[in-house]
């Protein structure tokens, strides 16, 4: 099934809910019917991400991503690139196929960091306890449907047609010419910008704690993949102009807000919405009952098919308002530029003295929305 008969299986699953609850169906035609929106809507995201993965040049195959992650994935280029040596296996395929150095992590094991464990050393018991790692925010990008596009070298240009051409109806007989548009393109150029993240670690906690270098290198990575979705929102915020709500949103204008975004290009139906969120306007949201007291404006929302996502990187409230992130439908409309790897650089000198060692990495990124009308900023004013 092709993603446009998918995103029609999903409206009409979605009306065969809304009609069931107006209705008063039984709890049981309810619930089935809520199931068949959700499984829709789950194939309408696994289609669109399989969509954004194959988005701009192609990536290195599945399979061996999927086998380099087995055998330790980006700790295990960590602990190569710490001991001067190469991965090997399938680690030091998948670093041959995307043409990255041996002290370089493809950017695929980056976008979807490993879990897999790398075996302590000999010299630390099997259950000495791991450092244990901070907490990271990540995913943004892939809920706002950004398209990632892996760029080889260069700058990444993207055109984009920004005028619409002018249809005319004509009768058979009148001969009046057709006036013809002019089409204009915007170019958005993507230039590289440096993300950079560095820990310094003692030489003797090295030989004292298991799987050091892991931690800090799964740290390393989980802090530049939040920094992406940082990029996003930051970008996306600075981009559109906010429409700031006149007085503190309530049930109905908390749903007309929202309700009002399905423009019928973008969004064509409540369900294509998508909410990035700070914390205090999503707890505002499930603070606002209806009239009756049963429901939440949050609630009700969820239930109509608008998918909420909390993010610590909506900004602070100012005003008693706070940003909130509105995407509407899942088109081209912006773009992550992405270099070919992460490089992991091992200092051992410039600390020496002092039996530190410095451990940086560093990867090249740019994003920039290509179609602003794609996105809305709405600055929601709550009782914070």
Do not use: C
Not at 318 to 334: E, F, H, T
Request: charged share 20%; hydrophobic share 45%.
């Amino acid at each position: 099934m092709n993603f446009s008969a998918l995103l029609a299986a999903r409206s009409r699953a979605q009306t065969a809910y809304l009609e069931a609850q107006a209705a008063g169906a039984s709890d049981e035609t309810i619930q089935a019917r809520l199931q068949a929106y959700a499984e829709a809507s789950a194939a309408v995201d696994a289609a669109r991400d399989a969509l954004m993965s194959g988005a701009g040049s192609p990536g290195p195959d599945a399979g061996l991503v999927q086998r380099a992650r087995a055998e330790g994935g980006t700790a295990a280029i960590v602990t190569a690139a710490l001991d001067g040596r190469a991965a090997g296996g399938a680690i030091e395929e998948l670093q041959a196929e995307t043409r990255v150095a041996a002290d370089e992590i493809p950017i695929d094991l980056i976008l979807s960091p490993s879990n897999a464990v790398t075996p302590a050393p000999d010299s630390l018991p099997a259950d000495a306890p791991q450092p244990i790692s901070p907490m990271f925010s990540t995913g943004l990008m892939s809920f706002l449907g950004v398209m990632q596009r892996r760029v080889a070298s260069g700058d990444l240009i993207i055109p984009t047609l920004s005028t619409r051409p002018t249809v005319a109806r004509k009768g058979p007989d009148i001969s009046d010419a057709v006036a013809e548009t002019t089409g204009a393109f915007a170019v958005t150029k993507l230039e590289p910008q440096r993300l950079q993240a560095g820990f310094s670690f003692r030489r003797t906690e090295a030989v004292q704690l298991r799987g050091l270098d892991q931690a800090l290198s799964a740290a390393l990575n989980m802090a530049l993949s939040e920094d992406l979705d940082s990029y996003v929102a930051s970008t996306v915020l600075s981009s559109v102009a906010a429409a700031n709500s006149a007085a503190h949103l309530t049930f109905e204008t908390w749903r007309s807000t929202v309700y009002g975004l399905v423009d019928g290009r973008h969004a064509t139906s409540i369900g294509d919405i998508r909410l990035a969120i700070g914390s205090l306007a999503y707890a505002d949201a499930a603070a606002n009952y209806n009239g009756t007291g049963d429901r939440s404006a949050l609630a009700s929302l969820q239930a109509e098919g608008v998918r909420f996502r909390v993010t610590p990187h909506a900004p602070a409230v100012a005003n008693k308002r706070q940003s909130v992130i509105a995407r509407l439908g899942m088109a081209d409309d912006a773009t992550m530029a992405l270099w070919p790897a992460v490089q992991i650089i091992r200092d051992q000198i410039t600390k020496a003295a002092e039996g530190e060692i410095k451990l940086t990495a560093v990867m090249h990124a740019s994003f920039g929305v290509t179609r602003a009308d794609g996105w809305k900023h709405i600055g929601a004013q709550i009782n914070a």
